[in-house]
């Protein structure tokens, strides 16, 4: 009967032990959180040149639409014409979107996982949805292409997936426990 007991004094502390993890670690994002304010806008990167006319074109238009959807999008801005440091950092950008070849004038826009080259009105509606789309998804959801531009890689398939894996991991380990908990306890009713 002793060991009966000691079998589920284990048992029941190895079903509390992963939830205990987890609240802490929730705890731990909460607070975070709560110090650090996150910003609901979607990134706008664009890429353009002083002087050139499709950057204009794009700029009236946002101006156009700033007051219905300016609380939805920020506008990342960089010149590229008369600022190497920015025209190496849209190379970059291209490169890792697998766009270096296309993505050789301005404007260069991306929001998300989309990116447009240039500027015309047949642009205007898919860019308002792709803000709307972001803007509809968890920030710690969106894709950004700048928290890749320092490493210089892109998220591969298994890394998007890395939370779901490690999810599964901890329940086959769970079932694993209580299943070898439950045997042994099976096995020592048997005597």
């Not at 589920?8 to 205990?20: E, G, K, S, T, Y």
């Not at 998300?112 to 080259?117: D, F, L, T």
């Not at 329940?171 to 045997?183: A, P």
């Amino acid at each position: 009967m002793k060991k009966l007991k000691l079998l589920l004094v284990i048992l029941l502390a190895f079903l509390v032990m992963p939830f205990a993890v987890f609240a802490e670690g929730e705890e731990e994002a909460a607070s975070e959180e709560a110090t650090e304010e996150v910003s609901k806008e979607v990134p706008l990167y664009f890429f353009r040149g002083e002087g050139c006319s499709h950057c204009a074109e794009f700029e009236a238009w946002l101006g156009e639409i700033e007051e219905e959807y300016g609380a939805f999008f920020e506008v990342k801005d960089y010149e590229t014409w008369y600022n190497k440091d920015n025209a190496a950092l849209m190379t970059k950008v291209a490169t890792l979107r697998n766009e270096e070849d296309s993505a050789t004038g301005v404007p260069y826009i991306i929001i998300g996982n989309k990116s447009w080259i240039g500027f015309a009105d047949e642009y205007k509606e898919e860019i308002l949805e792709q803000i709307k789309a972001v803007y509809a998804q968890d920030v710690s959801e969106r894709y950004d292409i700048m928290k890749y531009v320092e490493s210089g890689t892109t998220p591969t398939e298994e890394e998007d997936k890395g939370s779901v894996a490690g999810d599964i991991l901890v329940t086959v380990l769970l079932i694993v426990v209580v299943g070898g908990v439950g045997f042994g306890i099976y096995k020592a009713r048997e005597k």
